[in-house]
């Protein structure tokens, strides 16, 4: 089955840096979307960024747009996103998950998830 384990969270101050880690296993899909959410307390999960193997599109969103990228490392089954210039509302537990199919930015259209992995910017 489907499996998706993140790492790379950790706490940085204000205008640091982190890059999270999304690998990808056990899937039988030719091409496939990996979408990046987050989770703040007492808030709703949100895309951050998705990107769609087909053709590499990526989307953002407007929060993390210019300091986020998504990439992958198609040999390595991995899914990056690299945070630049965090500031404190960017600290949120942070999840991978995946479709096999085209991307969407709402969190229903995936089911499978990983397990997240907690960013905190002080």
């Known amino acids: 089955h489907v499996q998706l384990v993140e790492s790379g969270g950790g706490s940085v101050q204000a205008g640091g840096a982190l890059k999270l880690s999304c690998v990808v296993s056990?899937?039988?899909?030719?091409?496939?979307?990996i979408g990046w959410f987050r989770q703040a307390p007492g808030k709703e999960r949100e895309a951050v960024a998705t990107l769609y193997t087909g053709n590499n599109a990526t989307y953002y969103s407007d929060s993390v747009k210019d300091r986020f990228t998504i990439s992958r490392n198609n040999a390595q089954n991995t899914v990056y996103l690299q945070m630049n210039d965090l500031n404190p509302e960017d600290t949120a537990r942070y999840y991978c998950a995946a479709a096999g199919s085209g991307c969407s930015w709402e969190r229903t259209w995936y089911n499978h998830w990983g397990q997240g992995t907690q960013v905190t910017v002080s």
């Open positions: 056990g899937y039988k899909w030719n091409n496939y979307c």
